[in-house]
């Protein structure tokens, strides 16, 4: 039996077993490991079984494992624990306490006891090995080794034929052409019912002795385990020894048992790493068809965008890029701006969000000497640092008013003077403006020059969020995972289903710059090779709630009466006979929203 030994620092150790799934360690006379030491927290820690591991947790006090603090760690034998900063206790697979027993009982736990230590071993080597073929080789090996079998085998079933992942004599070499040296009945038997089994006497046994290809290898001692993973048989862990009859016992099985569910995850994720594998290189095929230069996308309302950005890109005139913040609109701009006629010319970036109100005259159009406090040279500005490519004004909706007048001018006639001068300079560029505020909205709060709007506004490519782009915040997820892992060196290869499915029931108010931050976080802090949803902070509570039928129909209906309402300037009557609905009906639409439009001149007239 497992067991903790106290290192005090005077009179001989104590030895306390670990008896249950759950030990509890603590000050506390309700804990299993009663450790009375006053520096100790009630319940301080604790030691988990899951049937194949050990692990130790903090509780409510400090832990460190082998000197390392550790709020969880898998233990192995002779690992030493160390409670608070005082107590250490030093962890075994066996009971030091155990001296005496009768020779057969003393016979089973020993070989019982050996195979767990070897467990815990092989666990601990198992850490070490990277390779997916060089583990289960290493598995198999502990196994034969453990089992005292002969030789042993690792198959999995492919469309329900064996095919050998492994086979192994003693020694530790490889047998070829393993399959010939397989049991048909044993497998099919194993298969068929998923359970462990174990063949003393193959020859002799009432069930197999007439199957012929038990009489062909002239078996002795089988045993077969299924390895099972989320219900599925994967393939099946087989150990003989044709020499040795009733080799193999109960305990035996029992052994086996608890390596196959090693065995089962090592498969698991082999299986997985190839998914992934396929899943790689399926993006990557998928992206040639769903990538526009840097922007990825395969919705409908992102195609529209790119076939409005292929036909302006040709023509020199001013474009407005709309969307909610981290939609991409940059990305559009320098698309726009890389299939234009002035790709070989500079693409110039001015935030409008970022520049001081009494610094912005001067970024965008330059100052001489002198001209103002800390002007110790003369320097020019954005619109003529893009001379002869494209200017792209981002958060345009951000300007002060004032020099919404010079923009104005500087667009029209495409001249620029300088802070402190008065030498007009010609500039040759295009712009290219971007903004996440409704800017018909800020002219009629007089925040925006409604001239101003019309000249930014020739052509207007509006970005749709990222809730409304269905499946590809998959492929944007893959595809930003993919970039990243390379860039940070990281073991991540992918998201496991349930992280795929949050993504996309998830709002992302902050969009693609919100995925990709999220990303970016979990491969940094991520510890295993797929991130789940609480690696992107995706809980529960954080998704959207499902709403009911009745509330969503109510709710595009309004949001539909209202955008028809604002097309028709408010005119209610034309909005009712243009959807065939009663007058009455945009009314008790109206009363439920306080910000519709307002009516126009002719509101209630046909």
Request: charged content about 30%; overall charge negative; hydrophobic content about 40%.
């Amino acid at each position: 039996m497992p067991s903790v030994k106290w290192v005090v620092p005077q009179g001989r150790p104590r030895v306390f077993a670990v008896f249950k799934k759950i030990t509890s360690l603590g000050r506390g006379a309700a804990n299993d490991v009663v450790l009375d030491e006053r520096t100790l927290a009630e319940h301080h820690a604790q030691i988990v079984f899951d049937g194949r591991d050990f692990t130790v947790q903090e509780v409510d006090g400090a832990l460190s494992v082998n000197g390392k603090r550790k709020r969880k760690a898998k233990i192995f034998h002779n690992d030493r624990l160390t409670l608070g900063d005082h107590v250490d206790l030093v962890f075994s697979v066996y009971d030091e306490t155990v001296e005496t027993q009768n020779d057969d009982e003393e016979v089973a736990r020993s070989a019982e006891l050996a195979g767990m230590l070897r467990l815990s071993e092989f666990n601990r080597r198992l850490l070490e090995i990277r390779s997916v073929p060089e583990q289960i080789d290493a598995l198999l090996d502990a196994v034969i080794e453990a089992t005292h079998a002969a030789k042993g085998f690792i198959i999995l079933l492919q469309d329900g034929e064996p095919r050998i992942a492994s086979a192994r004599n003693l020694d530790g070499t490889d047998i070829p052409d393993g399959v010939r040296h397989l049991s048909d009945s044993i497998l099919h038997q194993v298969v068929s019912t998923k359970k462990p089994l174990i063949v003393s006497d193959a020859l002799n046994d009432t069930l197999f002795r007439g199957s012929e290809s038990v009489m062909n290898l002239k078996l002795c001692s089988v045993m077969c385990a299924p390895l099972m993973a989320q219900g599925q048989l994967l393939g099946l862990i087989y150990v003989g020894n044709d020499n040795v009859v009733s080799l193999f016992e109960q305990s035996s099985l029992d052994l086996l048992t608890i390596f196959a569910g090693q065995a089962s995850l090592i498969l698991q994720n082999a299986l997985l790493l190839d998914q992934l594998s396929l899943d790689k290189k399926r993006v990557e095929e998928a992206l040639d068809d769903k990538r526009f230069g840097d922007i990825i996308g395969s919705c409908g309302s992102i195609r529209d965008v790119m076939d409005k950005v292929d036909k302006v890109a040709g023509a020199d005139v001013s474009v407005l890029i709309t969307g909610e913040t981290g939609t991409g609109k940059e990305l559009i701009a320098r698309e726009v701006h890389r299939r234009s006629r002035r790709a070989n010319g500079p693409f110039v970036v001015v935030n409008c969000g970022a520049i001081p109100e009494n610094l912005m005259e001067s970024e965008l159009f330059g100052h001489v000497r002198g001209s103002f406090t800390g002007a110790v040279a003369t320097r020019s500005g954005k619109f003529q640092q893009a001379s002869g490519g494209t200017l792209f004004l981002d958060e345009i909706g951000e300007m002060p008013m004032n020099l919404q007048v010079k923009l104005l001018r500087a667009l029209q006639e495409k001249v620029v003077t300088k802070v402190g001068s008065g030498d007009p300079e010609r500039v040759d560029i295009r712009v290219l403006a971007a903004t996440n505020r409704d800017l018909e909205v800020e002219i009629q709060k007089q925040g925006f020059r409604e001239d101003l709007y019309y000249r930014l506004n020739v052509v207007n490519l509006h970005l749709p969020p990222l809730r409304e782009r269905g499946d590809d915040v998959v492929v944007i997820a893959k595809f930003l995972l993919g970039k990243y892992t390379k860039e940070y060196d990281s073991k991540v290869k992918g998201f496991t289903p349930g992280a795929l499915a949050a993504m996309k029931k998830y709002d992302w108010p902050g969009n693609i710059r919100q995925l990709e931050n999220r990303i970016k976080k979990a491969l940094v802090l991520a510890d295993k090779t797929l991130i789940g949803p609480e690696d992107l902070d995706l809980f529960p509570e954080a998704l959207h709630p499902v709403q009911a039928l009745n509330e969503a129909r109510e709710e595009f209906t309004r949001r539909y009466i209202l955008e028809v309402l604002e097309r028709n300037n408010g005119n209610r009557t034309k909005t009712a006979r243009d959807l065939g609905v009663d007058p009455r009906t945009i009314f008790r639409y109206l009363e439920r929203e306080p910000d519709a439009p307002s009516p126009g001149s002719g509101g209630n007239t046909p």
